[in-house]
């Protein structure tokens, strides 16, 4: 009742978790269509406390409207405009589905509809914060194929 109705409510995931990924570029769209729309709209985007959960969907739509270009440079700036301490998304599946959609994005967007993804590895150690994983992204583009593989630290 407050903001009149103007409220989008379809991107709604678990604290400390990530979204299902197809949950990005639709709120990326929806988002790009709201603030072109009208340049007096305004996109306001929170979660329970407002950071991590937050600042994956606000990094992804920065990524998505072009107003940042590196994922991890996103990231920090994000972490220091909305944080005294600069952590703003801390939890490591969160900074990967970031980069993850950056490398969608740098395969030609992301249309609805399923994409092939294929999680070829996963290498945990004794401490989930050590744990490493490896991702391959294979795209087709008027029958052209692209491969994308990451290792993350």
């Known amino acids: 009742k407050y903001f009149k109705g103007q409220v989008d409510t379809a991107c709604q995931f678990f604290d400390h978790n990530c979204p299902p990924l197809m949950m990005i570029p639709n709120f990326c769209a929806s988002a790009k269509e ?4 009208d340049p007096l ?17 606000v ?14 440079a996103c990231v920090e700036n994000y972490g220091n405009a909305r944080c005294n301490d600069g ?17 969608l994005l740098d395969l030609g967007g992301y249309a609805p509809g399923p ?18 994983f490896h991702y391959s992204i294979e795209h ?14």
């Open 115 to 132: 994409r092939p993804l294929r999680v070829e590895g996963l290498l945990l150690h004794d401490h989930p914060a050590k744990a490493k």
């Open 59 to 72: 990094c992804s739509l920065l990524l998505h409207l072009g107003q940042e270009t590196d994922p991890t």
């Open 87 to 103: 952590k703003g998304v801390t939890i490591p599946s969160q900074q990967r589905y970031i980069h993850c959609y950056k490398t």
């Open 140 to 153: 087709w583009n008027a029958g052209e194929k692209k491969m994308f593989q990451s290792w993350t630290d």
């Open 41 to 57: 709209n305004v996109c306001a985007v929170h979660c329970k406390a407002g950071k991590s959960r937050t600042g994956l969907m």
């Open 34 to 37: 709201w603030l072109d729309a």
